[in-house]
Nanobody, 121 residues
Framework: QVYLVESGGGSVQAGGSLRLSCEAS?????MGWFRQAPGKEREMVAR???????TVADSVKGRFTVSQDNGKNTLYLQMNSLKPEDTAMYYC??????????????????WGQGTQVTVSS
């Protein structure tokens, strides 16, 4: 089992920045960030695959940056130029093997409890 704990969420003004962190209890093959706002479907925000390739959603490209530590235990999401439409619960996800890391999006088999991000006008 892999336990994921997110941190760094909060309330900021539009144009501000936040840095989310997701700490995994052990090594993971891949990790990613999702978000979900009330009434909307879950959206993949950014991810890093098992060989270090990064992918970001078009909606956040140029504003958000995803990264991880060398041990693949911690995932970060640097969020700049935040907009009200970025308001959502942000979830960290991870895959424990190459199969759970294959696909677009990958069928991650571990999820964190989420951290709330609220961006006001």
């Amino acid at each position: 089992q892999v336990y994921l704990v997110e941190s760094g969420g909060g309330s900021v003004q539009a144009g501000g920045s936040l840095r989310l962190s997701c700490e995994a209890s052990r090594y993971t093959h891949c990790m990613g960030w999702f978000r979900q706002a009330p009434g909307k479907e879950r959206e993949m925000v950014a991810r890093i695959n098992n060989i270090g390739r990064t992918t970001v959603a078009d909606s956040v490209k140029g504003r958000f940056t995803v990264s991880q530590d060398n041990g693949k235990n911690t995932l970060y999401l640097q969020m700049n130029s935040l907009k009200p439409e970025d308001t959502a619960m942000y979830y960290c996800a991870a895959g424990s093997n190459i199969w759970s890391c294959s696909g677009d999006p990958p069928p991650y088999n571990y999820w964190g409890q989420g951290t709330q991000v609220t961006v006001s006008s």
